[in-house]
């Protein structure tokens, strides 16, 4: 049995590309400017590639070349982000009442940040998380019978 072939295309490291492509960008060559926009827009169009990634190419195209539409997109981008947030800290507030309880800050900081990266969490789940956060963050109050 012999090897497997080689692949027809080497696989896209876009972020090393993009790299290198950011350091074209203060050529005074014409047709080398001319290649990293259009390097540039093959990025940003490639679905494959990681919304950040296609973003950032984006903004180099909108920021070094004025390209209207990147700017369009990248403003999309920005609104469903943003969205998103808002959603996010819709569905905690609806927990923390059901679960009768609000984190301090540095840990509601920490689960937004958890919910945004895994946002298959139910709701059922993250007030679940709350209550059992809230039975190891809050003291029970004491008996007075029992004195100090």
């Known amino acids: 049995m012999g090897a497997a072939p080689p692949p027809a295309v080497a696989p896209l490291n876009a972020d090393e590309d993009l790299d290198a ?3 074209r960008l203060d050529t005074a060559d014409a047709e080398q400017l001319e290649q990293a926009r259009r390097d540039l827009l093959a990025i940003a169009g490639n679905d494959r590639l990681s919304p950040a990634t296609r973003a950032r ?4 195209l909108d920021v070094r070349f004025g390209d209207e539409a990147a700017a369009q ?12 947030i808002r959603d996010l800290g819709r569905r905690l507030q609806a927990s923390e009442r ?21 946002p298959g969490i139910g709701d059922d789940e993250i007030t679940s998380l709350l209550r059992a956060m809230k039975a190891e963050l809050v003291p029970e109050p004491r008996d007075p019978a029992q004195g100090p």
């Open 21 to 23: 492509l950011e350091s």
């Open 57 to 60: 190419a984006d903004m180099l």
């Open 73 to 84: 997109r990248r403003a999309a981008v920005e609104r469903v982000v943003s969205d998103d």
């Open 98 to 118: 059901e679960a009768a309880w609000r984190p301090p800050p540095l840990v509601r900081a920490m689960l937004k940040e958890l919910l945004y990266s895994h």
